[in-house]
């Protein structure tokens, strides 16, 4: 009884964020999703699905699957430029190198994103850094920015340390001996990354994987300055619905199915990442 | 040829710290071969060059005739039992058996029925499904033991595989595993700190100490002529005595410590007359039931006594030397502290040692 009562005391504070920053406001956002626009931009409390039916209409879907390509695409990279790091950092390197190359992996998170991604237009953009390079070789200029390989590269470059971590906890955690047994027992090294290493690391490569493909779900950040607006992703299209096109209702309603496919995914993986917890 | 291993003065270093200095040691196969010493002298560092973990700064490494430089583990015909079994926690214990197999590409029904056969030499026959969280200590040791002779090695490397359980268990297993090398036949490289664990199983003990090996012998001559003080610190002879050799004649030698205890010691030609001279004397063959049957009869005081159970140690002075004396329990009486006693053993139990 008595240590029951102190879970609870200890849960409250998180609870109560929970409820005062995630319960709350998605709980406004379901409710305006289910008003109507006034024409200056503000909400009319009278109910109506509509929101929800211009939500599923081709082009928003198209956009909501463009996103989930990005997103996917975003954790694939992100897993295989991720994980050869993660692998040296917890296996091969020296431990004297070992902290200062994880601060290398963290130190980008000391500045904004924002001006991390500023930092990139400047690399990639037709006067940028890269095409400077290849004009002083008497290259012609690439089309680096304002496209979807620009957005891709943003995404991927923000999003990799969160890939990194998680990978680098469970390979640094694996038991070497393990590795030596394998080898032992005739396993080449190829056979032994497939059948040991990575089925072992599996919920290392769950957690990062989903702390990648979440936030990129959403991301608009990335898209916005490297895709140059052109390119439509439904974080931008749900961050223009509030800022710009002041169509809260509309916004709401692509933003709260955005929040129940992230449900459904979680759901749809929850056993390999119970695993993960478990690890 | 299958099975010998042949270790040619090979050296190992890590830094500055020398693991291995140019050891050479023969292997016979088929043999049981028990590498004994504290932690730090190299036992485990001469079996991992073996299974090919480490490489040797200098020297031949030979097994099975052939020279292994350059081979990577897995293509050894050694296969290693670890100390903390190192079994995949993503496998079952029949997944864990068949590692091996499936890496040497065997199919289903051949690597079904082998695991089946090497899980019945283990006493594991319809265990294969658990998964290895499972299984307690001894089981997971049975699961490493067929994981690896599965395989049938030339020969098989055991690396301390049972500083992990508990003393009952781990007396078991010892009779098991030296029941399963002598069925299968195989050359068996064992490593232990643990000289008890070594005189049940090994046919021949290599004592090793600061990467060297001290003395390489028959088991049972091992225990009855330990050569330096090393070995017989380590084989628990615990009277060692500095005297000098006073005289030599007639297949004996007069001892005499510095503060004057005399007593006499069967000659293996290396006593020196007037040299300084280290031997050992075994606690069980010195006796103070005042039977006379020894050659050295030493008057004596009870200092202390300790009391083990199944025998008890007594600690007798005599002269400027501590000697302890070990009673069974059939043979011990009631004696008080400070009581005379006279000390009896055969210049035969005084063992010759070379300071190492």
């Not at chain 1, 690391?201 to 493909?213: E, H, N, R, Y």
């Amino acid at each position: 009884m008595r240590a029951r009562r102190q879970a609870v005391l200890l849960l409250l504070p998180c609870l109560a964020v929970l409820a005062g920053l995630f319960l709350l406001p998605q709980t406004l956002m379901l409710a305006a999703s289910l008003w109507q626009r006034s024409p200056y931009g503000g909400l009319v409390r009278e109910w109506t699905l509509a929101n929800y039916a211009r939500a599923v209409e081709p082009l928003y879907v198209w956009i909501l699957l463009r996103s989930f390509w990005l997103a996917f695409l975003t954790t694939l990279l992100c897993l295989v430029a991720g994980w050869p790091v993660a692998y040296w950092l917890g296996l091969r390197v020296s431990p004297r190198f070992k902290n200062a190359l994880l601060v290398l992996v963290i130190l980008p998170f000391w500045t904004s994103f924002l001006v991390r991604l500023y930092a990139w237009i400047f690399l990639l953009r037709q006067e940028g850094l890269v095409n400077l390079g290849l004009g002083a070789l008497g290259l012609p200029p690439l089309p680096l920015l304002y496209n979807d390989f620009a957005v891709m590269l943003g995404q991927v470059y923000g999003e990799l340390p969160f890939m990194i971590l998680p990978l680098y906890a469970s390979i640094e955690k694996l038991d070497r001996s393990l590795l030596e047994a394998a080898a032992d027992l005739g396993a080449t090294p190829t056979r032994r990354l497939w059948r040991v290493t990575l089925p072992l690391t599996a919920p290392g490569m769950a957690a990062g994987c989903l702390l990648v493909f979440i936030p990129s779900l959403g991301a608009f950040l990335a898209p916005d300055l490297l895709g140059g607006g052109r390119t439509a992703y439904v974080g931008n299209l749900v961050q223009s619905q509030f800022a710009v096109a002041r169509d809260m209702p509309f916004g709401a309603a692509v933003s709260f199915l955005l929040t129940l496919a992230v449900f459904a995914l979680l759901w749809l993986f929850r056993r390999p990442l119970r695993a993960a917890s478990e690890a | 040829m299958r099975g010998a291993v042949s270790i040619e003065s090979v050296r190992k270093t890590y830094g500055d710290v020398v693991a291995l200095d140019r050891v050479s040691l023969e292997v016979r196969p088929g043999e049981f071969l028990t590498l004994l010493g504290p932690s730090g002298c190299g036992k485990t560092t001469l079996l991992r060059l073996l299974a090919g973990f480490e490489t040797p700064d200098e020297g031949r490494l030979l097994i099975s005739g052939k020279d292994v430089a350059g081979r990577p583990p897995y293509e050894r015909p050694v296969n290693t039992v670890f100390q903390h079994y190192a079994l995949f926690p993503h496998r079952t214990v029949a997944g864990n058996v068949a590692f091996g197999l499936e890496a040497r590409g065997l199919t289903g029904a051949s690597i079904a029925e082998k695991v089946a056969r090497a899980l019945e030499t283990v006493r594991l026959a319809g265990l294969g499904d658990r998964r290895i969280d499972q299984l307690s200590g001894g089981q997971k040791q049975r699961v490493a033991l067929a994981r690896a002779v599965v395989l049938e090695p030339d020969v098989l490397l055991l690396d301390e595989p049972m500083a992990a359980l508990d003393p009952k268990l781990r007396k078991e297993m010892q009779v098991e595993v030296k029941n399963l090398q002598e069925r299968l036949g195989t050359t068996f490289l064992f490593v232990t700190h643990d000289q008890e664990e070594a005189l049940v199983m090994a046919d021949r003990i290599a004592v090793m100490s600061h990467g060297r090996i001290e003395q390489l012998e028959r088991t049972e001559a091992l225990y009855e002529r330990p050569r330096t003080r090393f070995v017989a610190d380590f084989l628990g002879v615990r009277n060692l005595v500095e005297a000098t050799a006073a005289g030599v004649e007639g297949g004996l030698a007069t001892l005499r410590t510095a503060g004057g205890l005399v007593f006499r010691a069967a000659d293996d030609g290396g006593y020196r007359e007037g040299a300084a001279v280290l031997v050992g004397i075994r606690s069980e063959r010195v006796r103070m039931d005042g039977a006379r049957d020894g050659d050295n009869t030493l008057p004596g005081t009870l200092d202390d006594e300790i009391y083990l159970g199944d025998r008890t140690d007594w600690r007798v002075r005599a002269g400027d030397v501590v000697f302890t004396v070990a009673e069974t329990a059939a043979q011990v009486r009631n004696r008080r502290r400070g009581e005379p006693v006279m000390l009896s053993f055969p210049a035969a139990a005084v063992l010759r040692l070379e300071e190492s």
